[in-house]
């Protein structure tokens, strides 16, 4: 199957302002583009991309002041499958952990582990098996919070969303990643394209999503707590430690969002490539 993916962003500063994003396609799904338009900023600007510590691929923007617009679309090519399940996946003693993974084992801004641990191991230390273990946190964070964009708010902490039961897909994730953390479970906040494949519209407007990454039996796997079912068509733009390693887009300077649209649709299959030219 193909997708359409993209997005539309404009942000008005009134200064010359440098802009951080993480809006790129991650590089294992890249040899899946079948046509990407250039990434495209207008007005002056000087672009520097670079790779930071968890391996996406970033820009640094600098900009003048006044409206700039960012915007990037493409069709990326997809197998159709859910997300993949292991069931018999097995929980991997720290011990016996990479190095690498140690850092997703650790507290950091949104996902309070100190906070939480004794909640953790009292409700999901006596589930046995790894893959249970992690669905078992899923389900408990799919019924215990509520979602509804009215309840986003960006400094919203795992705790946070424990205590207040409400929130959108990046806190549903936050507090999953901290359970599964508590737990000895390496867990990695992710976000990136998720369109309605596979399942009834959503009559919202699109919007970029964000999901997790659980370590167990050698490799990662992928959860979602907030639809908490295997999903088709994610396309993964960026991995890290939680939102605040990986945000989108940030400005260091006043700004104010003039427009945001993402596209993420299944599309019929032909040579975009050639249709382009």
């Not at 691929?57 to 600098?62: G, L, N, S, T, V």
């Not at 992690?134 to 919203?156: L, M, S």
């Not at 394209?193 to 009834?200: A, E, H």
Request: with cysteine.
């Amino acid at each position: 199957m193909h997708i359409r993916y993209g997005y539309t962003i404009e942000i008005e500063t009134a200064q010359p302002t440098t802009l951080l994003t993480a809006l790129d396609v991650e590089a294992a799904r890249r040899r899946d583009i079948v046509f990407e338009h250039p990434f495209l900023v207008s007005g002056p600007a000087r672009v520097d991309s670079f790779i930071d510590p968890y391996g996406n691929r970033c820009r640094r923007i600098a900009t003048g002041a006044g409206v700039t617009q960012l915007s990037c679309h493409g069709v990326i090519a997809d197998s159709g499958q859910p997300d993949a399940s292991a069931l018999d996946a097995a929980f991997v003693p720290v011990a016996a952990l990479p190095t690498d993974m140690l850092p997703f084992l650790l507290a950091s801004r949104y996902c309070e582990t100190d906070l939480l641990a004794p909640f953790a191991w009292w409700k999901f230390g006596s589930v046995e098996g790894g893959w249970a273990k992690v669905q078992a946190i899923c389900d408990f964070v799919h019924d215990r919070v509520t979602f509804g964009y009215e309840n986003a708010r960006a400094t919203r902490t795992a705790m946070e969303t424990f205590e207040e039961c409400v929130g959108v897909c990046r806190d549903f994730t936050h507090l999953a990643v901290t359970l599964c953390r508590c737990l000895n479970i390496p867990a990695r906040y992710c976000n990136g394209y998720l369109g309605d494949i596979g399942v009834p519209p959503d009559p919202a407007p699109m919007d970029f999503n964000a999901w997790f990454e659980a370590y167990l039996g050698g490799r990662w796997y992928t959860f979602d707590a907030r639809h908490n079912v295997p999903r088709i068509g994610r396309i993964l733009v960026a991995r890290g430690r939680d939102a605040m390693d990986i945000p989108m887009l940030q400005s260091f300077g006043p700004h104010v969002l003039r427009r945001f649209e993402v596209t993420t649709e299944e599309v019929p299959e032909f040579n975009y490539a050639v249709a382009a030219e």
